[in-house]
């Protein structure tokens, strides 16, 4: 089996996040870049069908040079291969643009089954596998829980407000992954020494066959026309239980018209 | 006034609360039309879509549409947006809402804006980034604006619309029903308010200690009326499902108010409860990040604090 499996780099969400000043994009050199959290899941599920299955799995990131580092570190979990779609004409891509920059790589490339995380934690906008469902025209497996894969057909657990939804289909097709799905590996020693002499190709926009007028920050269907840190939250009462924390939290509440 | 598609979050033919709030918002901004996609329509639900100001109903509820995961509620907004050009399409911020957004988006060529908190004339949105830290000003510069609206961001008013219902025929192409779903498990939740919807959220997580004592956090939120919820480290034990855990990889709540017993408070947390209005902690460790954000805290032993605040509650009503 022939997968893909798209993964973002995304600020630490562990620094100070914040959006460029000029073109009111992300600012990707104010906080250390690390590999989208649920983009390490998907890695692990992608590493687990090939075991299971055979076949190999290809890294897909588009991003800056920089984006380089967290694609090491898929190739270090057990990636065989990667394809960085990087080019300047890319920066500023909403979530149309993008979807729309992946899909014809993924043509270009190829595949069975593409996977991807849910959601990301910079934009979190949790569309991207869904648009890319919709632009290459196969069967959309998003929020999985669970994934089996049997010849030419898959079924997933799509997680939903009221427990999960079975969901069957066909391959080739799009899934995307939430955290209950599997326990992602921690790269070895030897798979991190591994992934330095694994082959990473580099694709431009025409490379890709994007058509550049698609893509970018003029391009976006959308635009961000301003924006502001939120106002910090006024610093709140604390106190120590002295046997009647209970009693005091309800005043609390009764000062608010909770009760 | 131009039209504003609104598309019906509903659960066994219920209307659900955020619907209320879409329909309050598109009244701001033009004249609301609901979509109703998939079985479970009712008087009921017309009567409470009117109520809330649907001029129109747009009616497609044969099975096949929520059959298939997605798309052929896509391609009915995208069939009612070409035959009624509106101004704009609202849906729900939740999960599968926003994955049929996007694939609308696509379909109809236009900017999809998601986790919106409010609507300005013009169509500018309001959005809250990185976990609460930011205020962004957004606009969809391409097609027919689709905005994705987060739950608990709009307070609710009343003011009758006619309610004209309109039967829309939709064939679901073969492309959409590349997805099947086989089967629908339901997970029990009781009678408690869903937690993306809840006024009040009540929430555990590692310092409950075991699945058992979930009971004092439940019983907390049936004194308030509100939904129960649970951090990733109490779900990942086991101790209460997963769907009620609050996060990054868990709802976004923005509840009235929202109560954290045992919880640190980790950015992962903060990422999916911090727009909530007013915060409480309990926690045992005064250096708990969580106070940071609590307008009001209480350093000491959940098991304590939280039955007793549960009896004064009672007590007090
Ligand atoms: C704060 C913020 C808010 C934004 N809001 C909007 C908005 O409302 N509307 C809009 O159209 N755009 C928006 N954008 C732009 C959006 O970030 C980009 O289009 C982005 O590349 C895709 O969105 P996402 O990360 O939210 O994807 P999600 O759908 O949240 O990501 C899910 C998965 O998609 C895959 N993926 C995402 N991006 C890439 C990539 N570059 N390379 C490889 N795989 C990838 C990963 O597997 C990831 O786990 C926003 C950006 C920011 C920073
Ligand atoms: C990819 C990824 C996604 C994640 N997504 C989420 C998410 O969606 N939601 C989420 O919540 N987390 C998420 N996390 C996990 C997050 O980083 C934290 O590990 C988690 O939130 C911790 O849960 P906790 O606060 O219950 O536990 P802990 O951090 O262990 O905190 C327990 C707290 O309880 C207090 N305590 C203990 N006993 C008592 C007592 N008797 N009385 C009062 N207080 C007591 C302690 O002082 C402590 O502060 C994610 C992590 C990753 C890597």
Same mark, same amino acid.
């Given at each position: *089996?022939?997968?893909?499996?798209? =993964?973002?780099?995304?600020?630490?969400?562990?620094?100070?996040?914040?959006?460029?000043?000029?073109?009111?994009?992300?600012?990707?050199?104010?906080?250390?870049? =690390?590999?989208?959290?649920?983009? /390490?899941?998907? $890695?692990?599920?992608?590493?687990?069908?090939?075991?299971?299955?055979?076949?190999?799995?290809?890294?897909?990131? *588009?991003?800056?040079?920089?984006?380089?580092?967290?694609?090491?570190?898929?190739?270090? *979990?057990?990636?065989?291969?990667?394809?960085?779609?990087?080019?300047?004409?890319?920066?500023?891509?909403?979530?149309?643009?993008?979807?729309?920059?992946?899909?014809?790589?993924?043509?270009?490339?190829?595949?069975?089954? =593409?996977?991807?995380?849910? @959601?990301?934690?910079?934009?979190?906008?949790?569309?991207?596998?869904? *648009?890319?469902?919709?632009?290459?025209?196969?069967?959309?497996?998003?929020?999985?829980?669970?994934?089996?894969?049997?010849?030419?057909?898959?079924?997933? @657990?799509?997680?939903?407000?009221?427990?999960?939804?079975? =969901? %069957?289909?066909?391959?080739?097709?799009?899934?995307?992954?939430? %955290?209950?799905?599997? @326990?992602?590996?921690?790269?070895?020693?030897?798979?991190?020494?591994?992934?330095?002499?694994?082959?990473? /190709?580099?694709?431009?926009?025409?490379?890709?066959?994007?058509?550049?007028?698609?893509?970018?920050?003029?391009?976006?269907?959308?635009?961000?026309?301003?924006?502001?840190?939120?106002?910090?939250?006024?610093?709140?009462?604390? $106190?120590?239980?002295?046997?009647?924390?209970? $009693?005091?939290?309800?005043?609390?509440?009764?000062?608010?018209?909770?009760? | 006034?131009?039209?504003?598609?609104?598309?019906?979050?509903?659960?066994?033919?219920?209307?659900?609360?955020?619907?209320?709030?879409?329909?309050?918002?598109?009244?701001?901004?033009?004249?609301?039309?609901?979509?109703? #996609?998939?079985?479970?329509?009712?008087?009921?639900?017309?009567?409470?879509?009117? !109520?809330?100001?649907?001029?129109?109903?747009?009616?497609?509820?044969? +099975?096949?549409?929520?059959?298939?995961?997605?798309?052929?509620?896509?391609?009915?907004?995208?069939?009612?947006?070409?035959?009624?050009?509106?101004?704009?399409?609202?849906?729900?911020?939740?999960?599968?809402?926003?994955?049929?957004?996007?694939?609308?988006?696509?379909?109809?060529?236009?900017?999809?804006?998601?986790?919106?908190?409010?609507?300005?004339?013009?169509?500018?949105?309001?959005?809250?980034?990185?976990?609460?830290?930011?205020?962004?000003?957004?606009?969809?510069?391409?097609?027919?604006?689709?905005?994705?609206?987060?739950?608990?961001?709009?307070?609710?008013?009343?003011?009758?619309?006619?309610?004209?219902?309109?039967?829309?025929?939709?064939?679901?192409?073969?492309?959409?029903?590349?997805?099947?779903?086989?089967?629908?498990?339901? !997970?029990?939740?009781?009678?408690?308010?869903?937690?993306?919807?809840? #006024?009040?959220?009540?929430?555990?997580?590692?310092?409950?200690?075991?699945?058992?004592?979930?009971?004092?956090?439940?019983?907390?939120?049936?004194?308030?009326?509100?939904?129960?919820? #649970?951090?990733?480290? +109490?779900?990942?034990?086991?101790?209460?499902?997963?769907?009620? &855990?609050?996060?990054?990889?868990?709802?976004?709540?923005?509840? &009235?108010?929202?109560?954290?017993?045992?919880?640190?408070?980790?950015? &992962?947390?903060? #990422?999916?409860?911090?727009?909530?209005?007013?915060?409480?902690?309990?926690?045992?460790?005064?250096?708990?990040?969580?106070? !940071?954000?609590?307008?009001?805290?209480?350093?000491?032993?959940?098991?304590?604090?939280?039955? &007793?605040?549960?009896?004064?509650?009672?007590?007090?009503?």
């Amino acid at each position: *089996m022939n997968i893909v499996v798209c =993964v973002k780099q995304v600020p630490d969400t562990a620094t100070e996040r914040k959006l460029r000043s000029d073109d009111k994009t992300l600012d990707r050199d104010a906080a250390d870049g =690390v590999i989208n959290e649920l983009c /390490e899941y998907a $890695v692990e599920e992608a590493l687990l069908l090939k075991e299971a299955h055979g076949g190999e799995v290809t890294v897909l990131t *588009m991003g800056p040079d920089k984006a380089g580092d967290t694609i090491r570190k898929a190739l270090a *979990m057990g990636a065989d291969k990667a394809v960085h779609l990087v080019d300047d004409a890319l920066h500023g891509s909403d979530a149309l643009g993008t979807s729309y920059a992946l899909a014809q790589t993924l043509r270009k490339i190829g595949f069975d089954l =593409v996977v991807l995380g849910s @959601e990301s934690t910079d934009a979190r906008t949790g569309v991207l596998a869904a *648009m890319l469902a919709e632009r290459l025209d196969v069967p959309q497996l998003t929020f999985a829980k669970k994934v089996e894969v049997n010849g030419g057909s898959i079924a997933i @657990e799509r997680v939903t407000d009221y427990g999960y939804d079975r =969901v %069957e289909a066909s391959l080739p097709a799009v899934i995307s992954v939430v %955290e209950k799905i599997n @326990e992602p590996r921690y790269p070895s020693f030897k798979g991190i020494m591994a992934a330095k002499k694994k082959p990473v /190709e580099k694709l431009g926009v025409a490379d890709a066959e994007i058509d550049a007028s698609q893509v970018g920050l003029a391009n976006s269907w959308s635009e961000v026309a301003d924006f502001a840190a939120a106002p910090p939250r006024a610093a709140g009462t604390v $106190v120590k239980d002295e046997g009647d924390g209970g $009693v005091k939290t309800a005043d609390f509440l009764a000062s608010k018209k909770f009760v | 006034m131009s039209e504003i598609l609104v598309l019906v979050e509903h659960v066994e033919g219920q209307v659900k609360k955020v619907t209320l709030e879409l329909l309050t918002l598109a009244r701001k901004l033009g004249t609301p039309s609901a979509v109703w #996609a998939g079985p479970g329509y009712s008087p009921d639900a017309k009567a409470r879509l009117a !109520e809330y100001g649907a001029e129109k109903i747009y009616l497609a509820d044969s +099975a096949d549409i929520s059959d298939y995961v997605v798309a052929p509620k896509a391609e009915l907004l995208a069939q009612l947006v070409s035959e009624k050009s509106p101004a704009a399409v609202l849906v729900a911020a939740t999960a599968e809402a926003k994955e049929i957004a996007g694939r609308l988006a696509i379909k109809i060529d236009s900017g999809v804006l998601t986790d919106v908190v409010g609507l300005q004339d013009g169509l500018v949105a309001d959005q809250s980034i990185f976990g609460g830290g930011v205020n962004v000003q957004s606009r969809v510069t391409k097609g027919t604006p689709i905005v994705a609206v987060r739950p608990n961001s709009t307070p609710v008013e009343a003011a009758a619309g006619a309610g004209a219902e309109e039967q829309v025929s939709v064939t679901v192409s073969a492309a959409a029903k590349g997805a099947r779903v086989v089967d629908r498990v339901k !997970e029990e939740k009781g009678a408690r308010p869903e937690l993306t919807e809840a #006024a009040i959220v009540v929430s555990g997580g590692r310092g409950v200690g075991s699945a058992e004592n979930f009971s004092i956090i439940e019983k907390l939120a049936d004194s308030l009326g509100a939904a129960v919820g #649970a951090s990733r480290a +109490a779900t990942d034990a086991g101790w209460y499902p997963h769907q009620f &855990q609050v996060g990054q990889t868990g709802k976004t709540v923005s509840p &009235q108010l929202y109560i954290a017993a045992g919880i640190s408070g980790a950015i &992962q947390h903060r #990422a999916g409860m911090q727009t909530a209005k007013t915060i409480i902690a309990i926690n045992k460790d005064p250096e708990a990040p969580i106070f !940071e954000l609590a307008d009001f805290g209480v350093v000491g032993d959940l098991h304590q604090v939280v039955p &007793q605040l549960t009896d004064e509650v009672v007590k007090r009503k």
